[in-house]
């Protein structure tokens, strides 16, 4: 990519979302940690730096900082809060702790009509430290009511801070203080689009594989759905799809996938029903780390077999976005802190034997959706509900017994059918995923004037753009009877249904 932007990351949790908000305004940018090589960073021929935020103090002992030769580089430079702080440090300013700090909303009043601020006014902040005094040749372009330097700029330079937060969604037009910085200042043209995208891909799958047979973990799921699909248009026949029966799959999961990629995809699709295998290697394991570690690895060993009847290929594909590698803490892009290891990003066998293509790496699922659609696969598989590569494991929530399993399978279907009659599936839909979670809790319940004593189950539904933060979806309270009515009458063994109203943060969507 020749139009791009370096994003450092200092240790922010919101350095993704930077990201994912740069790709908005389709210009290609990429995270770095803070401290990666020069080289590395200047790959990409960016066009322009965003420092992020983070939660240290700029004169704490190992601070981050900001290297030199980003400051000889001559290019535009945008620092988010601690970015700013850390900017100004590196050019002579002051900054100080604050007597009062701004965790949340706040009102900023632009100083000069200039292009970053002019059309904000509420913006979202979460700093103790502040500016307090400018380095030369800044000059203020907004304050707070507690910071008299909420954005600076040296015009002259192109370098500017912020000390709020413009890529959270609770700064209403911050997206496009990003946009203005990435495009019009930085100069970086907006081509990074599906079409780009899969032309790109293409490229890089054909020049890692060469002639090679090529395997492609497909789960049905969405992302390995369109890896499949992506490695399929750059390579043909040469790929082979091989979907494995894990038993902790969704209701009538095995037919849709046969039908999705037998007919739409046009790819050789071998299945393999190993339901005895994971339920076997999960017995007795409730810890969910380990849970993934166990899938991931018995997934690795299946597709190691299956390799040697197809001619060991030495090539594996994997759907894994950049949502898997960012909470899994991938060492090569981020410093953020491990939120679960995803079993295709740390849950992978050391020794295995494949060499992975992931095409999706680096795109958030949205993106993915839009190449999807790019790429000709039906509405149906591209907007259909997300799901974990361990699958069923992970919202079952203790021991995976089959009969556990079972229950929790058909609580899920329950629920999607209710959703999805009543308009809350699919694109353009209010709700972007939702699913059941069974809990290893036990409640006391009168059905037929007889006591029970069985498990509950959770509902969980959430509304977001990217995966990486999400809101509750307010289901209406009608339609969240009617399921709680049908699973406790249906589903044998579960008593009680609640709902999750928790957002990520501080929850994950998913429960394990």
Known sequence: MT???AILDFGSQYAQIIARRVREAQVYCELFPWDAPQEKILSINPK????????KSVYEENAPFIQKFILESGLPILGICYGMQALTHALGGKVDPSAQREYGHAEIESLISNPLTSNLSSVWMSHGDKVTQLPDGFESLAKSGNSPYAAMGDLKRKYFGVQFHPEVHHTPNGVELLRHFAVDI?????????????????KRIREQVGGDRVLAAVSGGVDSSVAAALVHKAIGDQLVCVFVDTGLLRADEGAQVASAFRGGLGAELVTVEAADDFLGALKGVT????????VGEKFIRIFEREAKNLGQPKFLVQGTIYPDVVESSAPDRNKAEKIKTHHNVGGLPEDMEFELVEPLRYLFKDEVRLVGEALGLSEGLVWRQPFPGPGLTVRC??????????????????????LSKAGFLGKGAQTSQAFMVLLPVRSVGVMGDQ????????????????????????LPFDLLAKVSSRIVNEVEGINRVVYDITSKPPATIEWE
């Open 3 to 5: 139009q791009s932007i």
């Open 48 to 55: 322009g730096f965003i420092l992020s935020g983070g939660p």
């Open 186 to 202: 930085c100069g970086a043209k907006p081509e990074w689009t599906p079409a780009s995208i899969i032309d790109d891909s293409v």
């Open 287 to 294: 810890d969910p780390e380990q849970k993934r570690k166990t």
């Open 397 to 418: 929530l203790g021991e995976c017994t089959p009969e556990r399993v079972s229950r929790l399978r058909a609580a899920d279907a329950i629920l999607l059918e209710e």
């Open 451 to 474: 006591r029970t004593y069985q498990e509950a189950a959770a509902i969980r539904a959430v509304t977001t753009d990217d995966f990486m933060t999400a809101d509750w979806a307010r």
